[in-house]
């Protein structure tokens, strides 16, 4: 199998932003997250968190909340429909991948 060559500089490559994952109790999956690794936590309520480590971001989320999901940072986001105003402040469209798994596209946070 031959790799395909890359459609764009290395500049203008999309920023992976954060993977979110399930947790039941958000206030205990923080503090779990903070004992064992270092990271800052950017925003917490009961329904998500988001946790900053060096090379992206974790978001901890309630069950039925916010679906499970990889969310990628690209200024075509809007291109696929009307963005929603985020909580803290991003703005971003959920979509699914051919295989049925949630992607966030979120719009440059300077936009």
Not at 12 to 23: F, P
Not at 55 to 69: C, I, R
Not at 92 to 110: C, F, M, R
């Amino acid at each position: 199998m031959t790799a395909n060559p890359d459609p764009m500089p290395i500049g203008e490559l999309d920023a992976l932003h954060h993977v979110a994952i399930e947790a039941e109790d958000i206030a205990a999956a923080v503090e779990w997250y903070r004992k064992t690794f270092r990271c800052d936590v950017t925003y917490q309520d009961d329904t998500w968190a988001m946790l900053k480590f060096a090379n992206m971001s974790l978001a901890l989320v309630t069950p039925g909340q916010h679906p499970m999901h990889i969310g990628f940072v690209t200024p075509e986001a809007e291109s696929y429909g009307e963005l929603k105003t985020h909580r803290d402040g991003t703005k971003s469209i959920y979509i699914s991948d051919p295989t049925g798994n949630a992607v966030e596209l979120l719009a440059p946070i300077n936009v």
